[in-house]
């Protein structure tokens, strides 16, 4: 049996890293199902904007960033 495998199969077929496997977990035991989408097309290769509008995507983006948080000791009082 002859069997060939098509270009996006490969793309598909592409490992992920193990920490790239951790950001999908999270993203889906937290919820975040659209996100997790998102995170797999872009690790095997695939532009996200290819299957999702570019108002979602960029709405996805702005709610998964992830701008660090500085510790309670080193913020800004009022006086």
């Not at 199969?9 to 919820?31: L, S």
């Not at 983006?61 to 992830?66: A, D, L, Q, R, Y």
């Amino acid at each position: 049996m002859n069997y060939q495998i098509s270009s996006s199969q490969k793309n598909f077929q592409k490992a992920i890293t193990p920490e790239q496997f951790e950001q999908v977990i999270e993203a889906i035991t937290d919820g975040r199902y659209s996100w997790a989408c998102v995170l797999i097309l872009r690790f095997v290769g695939y532009n996200p904007l290819h299957f999702i509008p570019q108002r979602t995507y960029s709405r996805l983006i702005k709610e998964n960033s992830h701008t660090p948080t500085l510790p309670v000791s080193t913020t800004r009082q009022n006086s």
